[in-house]
């Protein structure tokens, strides 16, 4: 079963505007990753955030990570069409041997 | 470098063939991951190596499933006696160091499984 639980699980907006999703998990975590997923194609890692991190910045990414809420954020600032695909998070939980447990993912939509 | 690649990438069965996807992992890396997506859902966990030895098989569905990854490199995930319910993308990752080493697993694309 999975563990994540993503919000909202489809958003639009127009190209330019932030996107924010959201992250909430069950069991203590080492890490939690955000992948994307373009329609039919694989995941592609964008940031992992360790346990004892609470905020993390990549380019027009931030992530924060809130271990006492067990939830996680990811910020699309300035976003583009390109943009355009679904978002996951997976959480490596604490001694389960490295398995990612996904969330049902953000379709997120971008308009030029 | 070259990332995880999976072959086939497309593959369809007949219900109660076998079948075999194949796995090369990015070159040195340790871990290697399998994953079985269904359409519109999150990845889930099916099985785990390190090196040669599978140390997690928890999330294999069922006994007509099976994996193995004999030389420590190119990984294979079979099949027997597919069902309809088999149908989904299956994923490959691979990561460099062991599980206890927290790194980001690399995505191979997948192979889009249709049992008809």
């Known amino acids: 079963s999975q563990q994540g639980e993503e919000d909202p699980q489809a958003l639009s907006i127009q190209e330019g505007e932030n996107a924010t999703m959201n992250c909430s998990y069950k069991?203590?975590?080492?890490?939690l990753q955000w992948y994307r997923q373009n329609s039919g194609r694989g995941l592609v890692h964008l940031i992992l955030i360790r346990s004892n991190e609470r905020e993390k910045h990549s380019g027009r990414l931030r992530v924060t990570l809130d271990t006492s809420k067990k939830s996680s954020s990811l910020l699309i600032t300035a976003s583009r069409a390109a943009d355009t695909a679904s978002y996951f998070c997976?959480?490596?939980?604490?001694?389960?041997?490295?398995?990612?447990?996904f969330g049902q993912g953000t379709e997120l939509s971008v308009k030029p | 470098g070259a990332g995880v690649s999976q072959s086939p990438r497309y593959k369809v069965a007949k219900r109660g063939q076998d079948v075999a996807l194949r796995c090369d992992p990015i070159s040195g890396h340790v871990s290697l991951f399998w994953y079985q997506q269904a359409l519109g859902q999150g990845p889930e966990f099916l099985t785990y190596?390190?090196?040669?030895?599978?140390?997690?098989k928890s999330g294999l569905p069922s006994d007509r499933f099976f994996a193995e990854r004999p030389e420590g490199s190119v990984s294979t995930l079979k099949i027997q006696r597919t069902q309809q319910e088999d149908s989904a993308v299956y994923l490959c990752?691979?990561?460099?160091?062991?599980?206890?080493?927290?790194?980001?697993?690399?995505f191979g694309p997948g192979t889009r499984l249709l049992v008809l």
């Open positions: 997976a959480t490596d939980p604490l001694n389960q041997g490295g398995k990612l447990i």
């Open positions: 190596f390190q090196n040669e030895a599978q140390l997690d």
């Open positions: 069991t203590s975590i080492n890490n």
């Open positions: 990752a691979s990561s460099l160091g062991g599980a206890l080493h927290q790194e980001t697993q690399y």
